[in-house]
């Protein structure tokens, strides 16, 4: 095809190493950063078909490994409304990544042309962006050639968090339609979140300052933006973790991820008992909040702690503003905290679903609910207001002012939320509005319901592949047997939940449990994890007993 006669060219010069296999998995295509560089250039060829497949809206690439390592990198795609690529396109990215010479790369592209019945005559429009890694400028110069190499129109954001990219792409898709979300430029991003947090805390009293642990990624420079963009006492920010420049450091022993897995403060950060923390992951579209009590005892206030109090505040807003069959529910996944889903239930009863791991599908679920909250545990999640509930915010008719307040408030803070993706910024703003106008200190937040102690345990088996779940991957179908084995653990302990997955990010299964007390909850952790090990081909050393 003559469309793409350049490619062959460009392509030389991004060479796949032989016998190296790429897949789009749960986080786009995502591994060592310098085995990468076949696959951005093909991601860039990608990018440009998927925009022309959607009759030249433009498309996102955002070059980021997130709290993994910082030798990692990896690619995803982000599609017209800011949302997660369309997963029938993952096989495609994945056959066009594996191609093994410039000849079988033409005729994947085409075969893609053919299969989407794609427009090659349609200009494309590409905008992208990237994480502060160290292999990200040679990436996204072979993203250029693979822009190029088809003739894209394309922008580069340079250094910006993931949902920033995210946002910046539904802005672009959106302007000038009733649905424009806003100016599609860091200012404008800025100005609308600030704006919409400002709205929400005004006349309230100050709180005290926020700690940031900011992975040492590009959240770091970009909160810094942000707090100076909104130049207010409502949002003074104490930023720790915030070298993007030493090699070394991003994630290294701080961010979300960090502490969520490890349930402790990250590195360089000596927790006050009264302050009020929280941590970004590498490309700062993950959140935790976290402090320690009189005692210095540390306490995690994570993703369900987040969408149980982000939840009850839109429940009690909705109540308040007298609208009626305005539901707000709740999307979580199997790894959220078995208190956190009976208090949804059993105490805010709000309706509750759970979703399997991976933004894409929690967004799905949550797109189905006229208010749909989705969190994971690990602090990836957002709010999304679907166009019913957007009609009945604007059909509203007030009848008092707590009434007229109480709506006013709601538009305020679907403003406030990235509604593209989850935003650790977006986030962020978002409890502290709620925390500032409840007037609540961390602990305040923490009280409304316990956690179960959990264990998250990985074992690592000849063969992932073979493990099946179903139930949102709350249940084995295969290997056979394995899920009444573990069944048979699990009823043995009070209040004992565990299932089992395989990674979609690393060659790896993995193994939640939680129980009534620390110590049942490891047993049973390490139990579960022994009988995969022993039933499913566990490779390496078998998961430690518990002592
Ligand atoms: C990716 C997902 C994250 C999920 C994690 C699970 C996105 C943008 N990120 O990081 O949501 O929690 O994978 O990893 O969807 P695992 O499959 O290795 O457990
Ligand atoms: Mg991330």
């Not at 986080?27 to 310098?34: E, N, P, Q, V, W």
């Not at 898709?173 to 005004?202: H, I, M, Q, S």
């Not at 009848?399 to 986030?427: C, H, K």
């Amino acid at each position: 095809m003559a469309h793409f006669a350049k490619v062959a060219e460009l392509s030389a010069r991004h060479p796949k190493a032989d016998g190296a296999s790429f897949e789009y998995g749960t986080a786009g295509f995502r591994t060592l950063g310098d085995t990468l560089e076949s696959t951005v250039f093909r991601v860039g060829l990608l990018a440009a078909l998927r925009s022309q497949s959607k009759q030249g809206k433009t498309i996102g690439v955002m070059i980021t490994a997130s709290h993994n390592p910082e030798c990692d990198n990896g690619v995803k795609l982000v599609d017209p409304m800011g949302e997660m690529l369309q997963q029938s396109w993952e096989a495609h990215c994945t056959r066009i990544a594996n191609a093994a010479s410039a000849d079988e790369l033409v005729a994947a592209l085409a075969a893609v042309v053919e299969a989407e019945g794609i427009d090659v005559s349609v200009q494309a429009r590409v905008v992208y962006a990237r994480d502060t890694r160290p292999s990200g400028p040679l990436l996204q110069a072979a993203l250029e050639d693979g822009l190029a190499a088809l003739g894209a129109e394309a922008t580069s954001y340079g250094v910006v968090t993931t949902p920033q990219l995210h946002y910046f792409v539904r802005c672009l898709n959106t302007a000038g339609t009733p649905a424009a979300y806003g100016e599609p430029t860091e200012a404008g991003y800025r100005a609308k979140y600030t704006g919409a947090f400002l709205r929400l805390v005004d006349g309230r009293p100050l709180p005290a300052p926020l700690h940031i642990d900011a992975a040492n990624g590009v959240g770091g420079p970009e909160v810094r933006k942000l707090a100076a963009a909104a130049a207010s006492p409502y949002l003074r920010i104490e930023l720790h973790n915030d070298d993007t420049q030493t090699p070394g450091r991003l994630n290294k022993d701080c961010g979300a991820d960090y502490v969520k897995s490890n349930q402790r403060a990250p590195a360089g950060l000596d927790l006050e008992p009264g302050a009020r923390y929280c941590s970004f992951d590498g490309d700062a579209d993950r959140i935790v909040y976290y402090y320690v009590d009189e005692h210095r005892s540390f306490h995690l206030l994570d993703g369900d702690k987040i969408s149980t109090l982000v939840a009850t505040y839109l429940r009690d807003l909705v109540a308040a503003a007298g609208i009626e069959d305005l539901q707000v529910g709740v999307v979580q996944t199997a790894y959220a905290n078995g208190s956190s889903t009976s208090y949804i239930k059993d105490t805010l009863r709000l309706p509750t679903v759970f979703a399997k791991t991976g933004v894409k599908h929690l967004h799905h679920e949550a797109e189905k609910m006229p208010i749909g909250v989705y969190f994971e545990a690990n602090g990836h999640g957002t709010v999304l207001f679907n166009s019913a509930a957007v009609d009945k915010l604007r059909h509203a008719a007030p009848q008092s002012p707590a009434q007229e307040d109480a709506i006013r408030r709601l538009w305020a803070l679907r403003d406030l939320i990235n509604e593209s993706v989850g935003d650790a910024m977006s986030d962020m703003l978002l409890v502290e509005a709620i925390l500032i106008c409840k007037g609540w200190t961390p602990a305040q937040w923490d009280a409304a319901y316990t956690d179960l102690p959990s264990r998250l345990l990985k074992v690592v088996v000849h063969d992932r592949t073979q493990f099946k779940t179903t139930n949102a991957e709350q249940t084995l179908t295969a290997p056979p047997r394995l899920q009444d084995a573990i069944d048979t653990l699990v009823a043995k302990f009070p209040r004992g939940r565990a299932f089992v997955r395989p990674s979609g990010t690393e060659d790896a299964v993995r193994v939640y449990a939680e129980a009534a007390t620390r110590a049942d909850c490891d047993q049973l952790a390490y139990s579960v994890a022994g009988t995969v090990f022993d039933k499913a081909g566990g490779r390496g050393d078998r998961p430690a007993e518990f002592i």
